[in-house]
């Protein structure tokens, strides 16, 4: 069976918009390959672009494992944690 990974990166959205610190800035279904562009709202330099494997594995832009379409609840959380602002 082949795992939808179109559906898995608008889960992977959804997931993300749930975390106050977080926004999608970009759903990209139709790109090659398709991807998820999400920032912390209160920065505009705290970024990353988010692919999912066909393995289900979903993936930053420098290759780091957020965790599986098993679990997308947790790889969200994972990107909410990366991408936290850090106080100056």
């Not at 991807?35 to 066909?54: A, G, I, K, Q």
């Not at 379409?69 to 991408?83: Q, S, V, W």
């Amino acid at each position: 069976m082949m795992l939808d990974t179109m559906s898995c990166l608008e889960h992977f959205a959804v997931a993300a918009r749930r975390h106050a610190d977080l926004t999608v800035q970009n759903l990209a279904l139709s790109s090659d390959p398709a991807y998820v562009c999400v920032r912390n709202r209160f920065s505009d330099t705290l970024l990353e672009t988010v692919t999912c494997c066909p393995e289900g594995n979903f993936l930053t832009s420098w290759g780091y494992r957020l965790g599986s379409a098993d679990n997308i609840e947790d790889a969200a959380a994972r990107l909410a944690y990366l991408l936290a602002a850090q106080p100056v």
